[in-house]
């Protein structure tokens, strides 16, 4: 008699799930995408509820673009030696995300007083109103990208380097 052998239903489920399962690995540009977007879509609801005209303009422009520079420099750095570096690696998650947080707020507010003190320079008599916004939103979005940012890369950085150990094992 002419025996049919019908293959293992179960053999590939493993290698679905493990695909499935990865995390993905930290790419800059989606995270300067969403770091222009997260920020813009929140200081841009909460514009619309308090009806304030000049936080649905600053969503769009010094909360969204500053997130996405300071993401963006942030990223280049992590990408770059620093993010190399044994304490960035072996450092506590937290501490980490801390350093570079306070980090990301500092820089922020250098950036908010080099614009402020620049546009002073040029237009002496002028007054913008969006100069004063940038006191507030360039430091806040810099703790939130370099927040959100870190955390990323060091999950990716994370995952990577137990997968690399796994497979050595």
Not at 6 to 30: C, E, M
Not at 41 to 62: C, E, N, P, Y
Request: glycine share 12%.
């Amino acid at each position: 008699m002419n025996q049919m052998k019908y293959p293992n239903q179960t053999d590939d489920v493993h290698g679905i799930k493990t695909v499935g399962s990865r995390k993905k690995a930290f790419v800059l540009w989606r995270e300067v995408v969403m770091a222009y977007v997260a920020p813009a879509i929140m200081a841009g609801i909460g514009g619309l509820v308090t009806a304030d005209r000049g936080l649905q303009i600053g969503a769009l422009t010094t909360i969204g673009g500053a997130s996405a520079f300071m993401a963006l420099m942030l990223g280049l750095l992590l990408r770059s030696r620093v993010g190399h570096m044994r304490w960035v690696i072996g450092a506590p998650h937290l501490v980490v995300l801390g350093g570079f947080a306070l980090a990301g707020s500092l820089c922020g507010l250098c950036v908010a007083w080099v614009i402020s003190g620049v546009l002073e320079l040029m237009m002496p008599g002028h007054h913008l109103a969006w100069v004063d916004r940038v006191w507030t939103d360039f430091p806040l979005s810099g703790f939130i990208a370099s927040t959100i940012v870190t955390w990323r890369w060091r999950l990716a950085v994370t995952n990577n380097f137990l997968s690399k150990r796994r497979r050595k094992k």
